[in-house]
């Protein structure tokens, strides 16, 4: 079997890019200098027993590599190996001469590295120009390098240490996917990132861009609606949705106190919120809206309680939302509010600095007290994948990470979980009864429901809010402005056909929860002059605080 025939079983038996592309860095750092390939491996194996797999391939190669030195010096002069091999018996004469064939083989294999086709195509690209920040490690790969590596795992009918000529052809393709790395790269990243960053956007453009790294992803779809909900509930996270988009925009850090009521000593938190993506058009740089939000929590949820290969599509995205079976198909308009909010928050870079507040509430990891939080980071880390599937377009994402409001919420201890089946509101019969009806859930009832259902679960356990009233209208305490509901509809100034339809969709709501003793009862409150101002809930005997 030839060399070239080898290679290509080798490559094409890996289960992935990533996999073909280690790979063929390894190829070619081998071919280059085999001693430190396998040095720098075994350095920076993460497990024992790939530290052990490295260690004996080098010391294989070490002792393979002396032996033919030995019987090379021996075929030259004339003498007797066994007398070479041995130390004792060397002498001085046959040392230097092994150290001269050492080195010789060393340039000859540094020419042969530089004639290879891995080199022919990095000075193929030299020409091209490149726009992007290379990493600010010294060992890491520049994009032209990480262009050709990922080139060669999609080519395997040519080795890269190989001495052969790149075709026309595959030097067409080659500045193809070279141009298409660095547009990908420009929108992914927008600036300079770590090392750890330049490998997350390696693998969002090898998901994007391979169908058969997308199939392998998609198969991993899982129609599981979570039986819980999640609810990120923090000060800071309960104030995302308020930071302007001009702050978005340029990047402006906000301030958030985060003090438990009645604390001696107020605690803040810092946020900065910059969106960061070129490729998805955000007009004026919207901000976090509170429909972002429903769609962070059913993210979260699918992530915590649905299936672990946390591959989700925008459509299973909005029946996490409404607890629907997948029977239930949501409209194209849905599923493109979904996607464009899902899109939005990938691009929306996040720095969070806590650090005082974990510090406050004695927050431990690991059962000792955490002394510093900062976190830079994106809302959420997701890579999104599309694929031909049956004739139709299939969108999903591969969430890669916990949402970080999560995690920041679960640090202070401040996660609210209720039961799924509350977000698919029944409507009654005239007896108060539930029906096998539901009530359609549109971007406005979403965003009603879930603010009801963060204020209602908030007030419940020891540490529950004492103030049991939910305002329609924004008001102040204590020079602080709340905004109600209608705010965060962005109905405060809506009119009265309007507001009073808002007011009819959050009883439906009530009356449901009512039901289903997810509440007791509830009341309506009022001016004297008969202005509706709000809703005063009253939970179950063993909810109350």
């Given amino acids: 079997m030839s060399n070239r025939r080898i290679w290509q079983d080798i490559l094409e038996s890996s289960p992935g890019i990533a996999e073909k592309m280690a790979l063929v860095a390894f190829d070619v750092d081998s071919f280059k200098d085999p001693e430190d390939a396998l040095s720098q491996r075994a350095a920076a194996a993460k497990t024992r027993r790939q530290r052990k797999m490295y260690a004996d391939l080098l010391e294989d190669w070490e002792g393979r590599n002396f032996e033919s030195l030995v019987q090379e010096l021996a075929k030259n002069t004339g ?102 790395y660095e547009r990908f790269l420009s929108a992914y990243q927008a600036g300079s990132k770590t090392p750890a960053q330049y490998i997350e956007a390696l693998k969002a453009f090898i998901t994007e861009n391979n169908p058969v790294e997308a199939e392998r992803i998609i198969e991993n779809l899982s129609a599981v609606i979570p039986e819980m909900h999640v609810i990120p509930n923090n000060k800071l996270t309960n104030v995302l949705t308020r930071i302007p988009g001009s702050a978005i925009a340029s990047g402006r850090k906000v301030d958030i106190e985060v003090s438990s009521k009645g604390a001696k000593k107020t605690v803040k938190s810092n946020v900065m919120l910059q969106y960061e993506g070129s490729n998805v058009e955000l007009v004026g740089r919207r901000p976090i809206t509170e429909f972002d939000r429903s769609v962070y929590n059913a993210v979260t949820s699918l992530y915590v309680y649905g299936d672990q290969g946390h591959v989700y599509t925008p459509a299973q995205i909005f029946r996490a939302m409404v607890n629907a079976d997948e029977t239930e198909n949501p409209s194209p308009q849905q599923i493109a509010a979904v996607e464009d909010s899902i899109d939005k928050m990938r691009f929306t870079r996040a720095y969070i600095d806590c650090t005082e507040e974990l510090k406050a509430r004695r927050a431990t990891y690991n059962s000792k007290q955490i002394n510093r939080g900062q976190v830079d980071t994106y809302l959420l880390t997701a890579y999104k994948v599309s694929v031909q599937a049956g004739g139709h377009t299939v969108t999903a994402y591969e969430v890669v990470r916990p949402p970080i409001l999560y995690e920041y919420s679960s640090a202070v201890r401040q996660v609210l979980t209720l039961p799924a089946s509350m977000l698919e509101i029944k409507l009654l019969d005239d007896g108060g009864g539930t029906t096998s009806r539901s009530l359609p859930m549109t971007e406005q009832r979403i965003i009603i429901r879930d603010y009801l259902l963060r204020r209602i679960e908030g007030m419940k356990g020891e540490n529950g809010l004492s103030n049991t009233t939910i305002a329609l209208y924004s008001y102040e305490k204590n020079g602080e402005k709340h905004p109600g509901l209608f705010a965060r509809i962005g109905k405060e100034n809506g009119d009265k056909k309007e507001l009073r339809r808002i007011r009819t969709d959050a009883e439906k709501m009530l009356d449901y929860w009512k039901s289903v003793n997810f509440i007791a009862d509830y009341q309506i409150e009022q001016e004297r002059n008969g202005k509706i101002t709000g809703y005063k809930i009253i939970l179950p005997a063993e909810e109350e605080t």
């Fill in 79 to 180: 003498a007797d190996p066994a007398q070479i091999r041995d130390k004792n018996t060397r002498t001085p004469e046959q040392q230097q001469a092994l150290m001269e064939l050492s080195a010789k083989r060393q340039f000859d294999r540094l020419d042969a590295y530089h004639n290879s086709a891995y080199r022919q195509a990095l000075r193929l690209l030299d020409g091209e120009k490149s726009s992007i920040n290379q990493p600010p490690v010294e060992d890491e790969y520049s994009t032209r390098e990480t262009a050709v590596i990922y080139f060669f795992a999609t080519h395997p009918e040519t080795q890269p240490s190989s001495l052969v000529s790149l075709t026309e052809q595959q030097q067409a393709e080659l500045r193809e996917v070279f141009k298409k």
